[in-house]
């Protein structure tokens, strides 16, 4: 089975601060994604890459930067978090690019900003 | 641009019942796949069942269907027999091969009550 690791559950962080969200797939999938889930809104994409060290902008991606500096890893980075970024981040991953392999998601990190 | 909509922000039904959620979307594009997605509430989003444009046949899985309207524009899903364990909140989700990403609907909070 595949596993998505994100590597905290919950995170409260200043404004101002640097916040990296790390996630870590083990089944050598190419693509990997980060989403944001807020009540209302649904998933909304920010950022997604489908090889090392590319990166695609999704909807949302301002105030958001990532890193891929090996296939397994896929990082999400608040450059200067702000109270508008507390949310539900998800990431994700999938085996081919396209729809014929499903999303693979992990469990999710909760951040607060303050 | 395309668009998911889950017009149902809640639902509840009895155990052993059946229950229907619904999903529209609007697109352009003649190759795209459709998806219903669960998250538990321990967070972790999980694929319930896909749906290829392509095929006329209504997708199942288990105690999980759908019923597709290409023409409507309607994704429905039909969870039969319900158990206290599809309680959780359903995304339906969009995949078009021009965009090449993931559109996720707003979620419909399903309860499955004893």
């Known amino acids: 089975d595949v596993k998505v690791t994100q590597s905290s559950r919950y995170l409260v962080k200043r404004t101002g601060e640097k916040v990296f969200l790390e996630c870590v797939q083990d089944?050598?999938?190419?693509?990997m994604f980060w989403y944001r889930q807020d009540p209302g809104l649904g998933l909304r994409l920010i950022y997604f890459?489908?090889?090392?060290?590319?990166?695609e902008k999704g909807d949302i991606p301002e105030g958001y930067s990532v890193s891929r500096e090996k296939k397994e890893r896929f990082s999400l980075i608040l450059e200067s978090a702000s109270t508008n970024q507390t949310s539900m981040y998800l990431c994700?991953?999938?085996?081919?690019?396209?729809?014929?392999?499903?999303?693979?998601f992990g469990n999710g990190t909760r951040l607060t900003v303050t | 641009a395309q668009t998911v909509t889950q017009s149902q922000p809640e639902m509840s039904v009895q155990e052993a019942e059946t229950v229907t959620l619904s999903c529209t979307y609007d697109?352009?594009?003649?190759?795209?796949?459709l998806f219903w997605y669960k998250q538990p509430p321990s967070r972790q989003m999980i694929l319930v069942i896909r749906?290829?444009?392509?095929?006329?046949q209504n997708a199942t899985e288990n105690r999980f269907s759908v019923n597709f309207q290409k023409a409507a524009k309607s994704f429905s899903l039909k969870i039969s027999d319900s158990q206290l364990g599809d309680t959780a909140m359903y995304f339906c989700?969009?995949?078009?091969?021009?965009?090449?990403?993931?559109?996720f609907g707003t979620g419909t909070r399903l309860k499955v009550l004893a």
């Open positions: 890459s489908y090889d090392v060290k590319m990166k």
């Open positions: 994700a991953s999938s085996l081919l690019q396209g729809a014929i392999s499903p999303l693979h």
């Open positions: 089944m050598d999938h190419e693509n």
């Open positions: 697109t352009s594009e003649n190759n795209y796949y």
């Open positions: 989700a969009f995949w078009g091969s021009g965009t090449y990403k993931y559109i």
């Open positions: 749906q290829e444009a392509y095929k006329q």
